[in-house]
């Protein structure tokens, strides 16, 4: 004997309310996409993401993005600072000096990474032709022109 199983008659609505869902995910996925720029519009490097930075082409965009990534870290020595720093914040009474000088080696180390990234985006700008910087400036007025929150398009 076989049985024949009736559907619910509340499963085409179910169906269709899913759908409806995953449609509007889709969409607004595609529009975040659409308005802000795929992946390979950003620009990354931990804050160097500067007019400058991004009315480069994208080669030398990616060049200095390696540039970043190949610079020294000493991810030990970030840890014992931070480990350090925790230490003195629960310390009584407080080290204010032991944070400070903690606190200005990173800044320092942050000032040397930003030296050295600069020095290698003047370094393509210098190697660029007279043609190749007219049109690094007029895409650099382009993104100067925009209001700061649309600098990431």
Same mark, same amino acid.
């Given at each position: =004997?076989?049985?024949?199983?009736?559907?619910p008659?509340?499963?085409?609505?179910?169906?269709?309310?899913?759908?409806?869902?995953?449609?509007?995910?889709?969409?607004?996925?595609?529009? @975040?996409?659409?308005?802000? *720029?795929?992946?390979? %519009?950003?620009?990354? &490097? &931990? *804050?160097?993401?500067?007019?400058?930075? =991004?009315?480069?082409?994208?080669?030398?965009?990616?060049?200095?993005?390696?540039?970043? !990534?190949? @610079?020294?870290?000493?991810?030990s020595?970030?840890?014992?600072?931070?480990?350090?720093?925790?230490?003195?914040l629960?310390?009584?009474?407080?080290?204010?000096?032991?944070?400070?000088?903690?606190?200005?080696?990173?800044?320092?180390?942050?000032?040397?990474?930003?030296?050295?990234?600069?020095?290698?985006?003047?370094?393509?700008?210098?190697?660029? %032709?007279?043609?190749?910087r007219?049109?690094? @400036? %007029?895409?650099?007025?382009? !993104? !100067?022109?925009?209001?700061? %929150?649309?600098?990431?398009?």
């Amino acid at each position: =004997m076989s049985e024949t199983r009736v559907k619910p008659r509340w499963m085409p609505y179910v169906l269709g309310v899913s759908l409806a869902l995953n449609l509007m995910v889709i969409a607004a996925v595609a529009s @975040a996409v659409w308005v802000r *720029g795929g992946p390979q %519009d950003r620009v990354r &490097g &931990g *804050g160097f993401a500067t007019p400058y930075v =991004m009315a480069l082409e994208t080669e030398d965009r990616r060049a200095l993005r390696q540039d970043a !990534i190949r @610079a020294p870290r000493d991810q030990s020595a970030r840890r014992a600072e931070y480990a350090t720093v925790l230490e003195a914040l629960r310390a009584e009474p407080f080290d204010q000096a032991s944070v400070a000088q903690v606190s200005s080696a990173q800044q320092a180390r942050v000032l040397d990474r930003q030296n050295m990234l600069r020095a290698a985006w003047l370094g393509r700008i210098a190697a660029m %032709d007279a043609a190749q910087r007219a049109a690094y @400036a %007029d895409r650099l007025e382009d !993104i !100067i022109a925009r209001p700061r %929150d649309k600098w990431r398009r």
